[in-house]
DNA sequence: GTCTTATTCAAGCGAACTATTGAATTTCAT
DNA sequence: ATGAAATTCAATAGTTCGCTTGAATAAGAC
């Protein structure tokens, strides 16, 4: 083999892991699956494909070794290979948002007018958590809750806030997050309190990003 | 437009930033930008390929926002847009060499055996920096060590660099870098300083690396 | 065993990707 | 203007991708 084919065997390599999230619904498979693990019929769910397509994304992932998949029973549960995959996936959308031109208006047309949402940062909540004053709703399903959430947050899931209001103290000042910076649960959350008269934002992105960030989280 | 189109619609935007370097060539095309602004013709020489084949694929880089372009005379100037893409190229390399399988044995087709070349991480020569018992050898090309290198780092480019080993001091200790861990000038550099009886060894990886860890650089 | 459920396999087809070729364009120098 | 150099454009052909459809497996329940 010449040198250069080599050169050009080694970078087509590493271009693999790229290919791999090189397309939208393999995108949304890693997102969800940086939640935790998923069976094949959740994730077809999830991404509004058939089970067939869905399937044979997940080959594609499995093929690169971005992500790995475990047997039971008559389900096949994936997940991540490694926390590197997920860093991977927050990279890229960072670059795709800071480069990708159309990326803002493709957001607004499906999460709608965000202009009157308040959003905290990261920092700006572990702060409040610091000082106590502050509700934190984890409102996504309740498995991903219980497979890590933010660090003295309660799990109200977005299908079940609306008849737990109740439940929120009087005066109360609340952030909701879910699963990242393009989750709907969240805006759905805050948009739902502020209309009962609750103070609300939510956070900027979702648990990933805190966890990645080496923020404080727990898990049960 | 329904919601899940909506949501297909963003993913895939999403996914963009990933498409652009889904491809052994773009890689490469990256991997060489990171060290600084090229021109076509440079770069095309760089991965082997013909100008159209390098020019189509720069367009393409160009459409997704990872790189810009900039006019001097006759002369196309590329370079990466920000610094974000650096840290994608780098993370995706990353995720490759822990996930992709065959990786290790494609590098060592390329590279060679490395078994008997001492490396040492960014750390270490920190810390040897420090305590200046250690000569740092920049063997790329000149251009490169001027837009930015590792401060306290000599510019010794790879193809003067045995015409200059008189200069290395008697029973120095040498460390090589160049661009990144793939690249083959400062494996060449130590094996020939190994051979004139110099102790060498290889900076695990390069310059971006080490600028993208925020440790001591300089210009010019 | 047979049935059911979850998932994968296999074939097909239109779309997108990639390298090649040769012509066209832009800019500078004469 | 004319010519040369650097780059892009346009057309092409082979390849891979992505979704659909329907059949085939694999594991558990009866």
């Given amino acids: 083999m010449s040198d250069h084919a080599a050169k050009a065997a080694l970078y087509d390599a590493l271009a693999e892991s790229a290919k791999a999230l090189a397309n939208g619904r393999r995108a949304e498979l890693v997102d969800v699956l940086a939640q935790g693990e998923r069976s094949v019929e959740e994730l077809a769910e999830e991404i509004d494909q058939s089970f067939a397509n869905t399937s044979q994304h997940l080959q594609r992932l499995l093929r690169s070794?971005?992500?790995?998949?475990?047997?039971?029973?008559?389900?096949i549960y994936y997940s991540l290979s490694s926390p590197v995959v997920g860093d991977l996936w927050r990279t890229m959308r960072q670059a795709a948002q800071e480069h990708v031109s159309g990326l803002e208006q493709l957001a607004a047309d499906y999460l709608g007018d965000r202009s009157r949402l308040r959003t905290i940062t990261r920092d700006d909540l572990r702060a409040r958590l610091r000082d106590g004053d502050v509700v934190v709703l984890d409102v996504r399903p309740e498995a991903?809750?219980?497979?890590?959430?933010?660090r003295g947050a309660v799990s109200i899931p977005i299908a079940d806030l609306k008849s737990r209001l109740g439940h929120i103290p009087d005066g109360a000042d609340v952030v909701a997050y879910c699963r990242g910076p393009y989750c709907v649960y969240a805006d759905e959350a805050v948009r739902m309190l502020q209309r009962k008269g609750v103070t609300a934002?939510?956070?900027?992105?979702?648990?990933?990003?805190?966890?990645?960030?080496?923020?404080?989280?727990?898990?049960?």
Same sequence: chains 1, 2.
């Fill in 201 to 220: 934002a939510r956070l900027e992105d979702g648990f990933p990003e805190w966890a990645a960030a080496r923020l404080p989280v727990a898990r049960g």
């Fill in 65 to 75: 070794g971005l992500v790995e998949a475990r047997r039971e029973g008559t389900r």
């Fill in 144 to 150: 991903e809750y219980a497979a890590g959430h933010i």
